[in-house]
């Protein structure tokens, strides 16, 4: 009768702990989605606000009261922002300063790390080390000397002031660098003895190995050009070449100093539509390739 009931209480108890273990478990799954649906609603909200502040009319926009949804839809700002602020120029002055870096810091990027990943000479370490150091020297301490030097060689307000400067990322040939790393190396000590050339292996072998992480440094690369915007306004901020960031900045001014917001966020929204469309349907390239890169040193 006591082993009866010792068990009887043995199984309760076991019953109560699984019980609590299911709320603990329960309340943890809960917790952990509503911080996570918390930060999604914090992040989009600037996106959402923007959306909607390009539908309104200027006389709404400046109520004192901010309206969550436009009463009056206003999808004229759309073309109005394209117009005034001659985006189909800034779009293709854009497009051809990131094409151009792209294809550039490519070429740059992939010699780069295969030499430094698998061609043995004096002092690659160290090179590699110093590159590294740099990495940790603020982009924005660059930016006297770059200017200066661009000034002496008469480059102000041209294509090239915008494309020369910013072709050598070590960021991008260490990322890619990791990735050639992984490669085993009887592979390359293979095709040497088959008599391949370097070009021949890093073309026919390494680069197709490493394809996913070449998306990755392409689409940050283009991302990072149609971003920019110090350099841009400081060296080539004529008409002829000035980059679509800086296009948007005094559009939308009258000569009273008199800002049309609505217009101005609907030129916005089309400005960052290329760049939303390019994280949601290529992030998986962009998580692969830094995941990649990572594995191995």
């Not at 959306?51 to 004192?64: D, G, N, T």
Request: hydrophobic share 50%; aromatic share 14%; net charge positive.
């Amino acid at each position: 009768m006591s082993k009866n009931l010792t068990t009887t209480m043995h199984e309760k108890n076991m019953q109560q702990i699984s019980s609590r273990q299911k709320v603990m478990k329960f309340f943890v799954k809960f917790m952990t989605y509503a911080f996570l649906i918390a930060m999604a609603l914090i992040i989009l909200f600037p996106f959402y606000w923007m959306i909607i502040s390009s539908l309104k009319s200027l006389a709404e926009y400046r109520l004192s009261v901010p309206t969550l949804w436009p009463k009056k839809i206003m999808f004229g700002n759309y073309a109005e922002a394209f117009n005034a602020a001659n985006l189909g120029t800034l779009f293709m002055n854009t497009l051809y300063v990131g094409i151009v870096s792209t294809l550039l810091s490519l070429v740059i990027t992939v010699l780069s790390a295969f030499a430094f990943a698998r061609l043995e000479f004096k002092g690659k370490d160290a090179m590699f080390g110093a590159l590294l150091a740099t990495m940790m020297i603020p982009g924005e301490l660059f930016t006297i000397t770059n200017y200066a030097t661009v000034t002496n060689f008469g480059w102000i307000n041209t294509y090239t002031v915008l494309i020369v400067p910013f072709l050598v990322s070590v960021f991008y040939i260490y990322l890619l660098r990791q990735n050639f790393m992984q490669i085993p190396n009887e592979l390359y000590l293979a095709a040497k003895v088959d008599g391949t050339g370097d070009l021949k292996y890093l073309w026919k072998v390494m680069i197709p190995l490493a394809l996913p992480t070449l998306i990755s440094i392409t689409i940050l690369k283009m991302m990072g050009a149609w971003n920019s915007y110090v350099w841009p306004r400081l060296v080539a901020n004529d008409e002829a070449h000035r980059m679509i960031t800086n296009g948007l900045r005094n559009a939308f001014t009258d000569t009273t100093g008199d800002v049309n917001y609505p217009v101005q966020m609907a030129a916005v929204a089309l400005v960052s539509a290329p760049l939303f469309l390019v994280f949601i349907f290529l992030r998986k390239y962009i998580m692969s390739g830094v995941s990649r890169s990572g594995i191995k040193g």
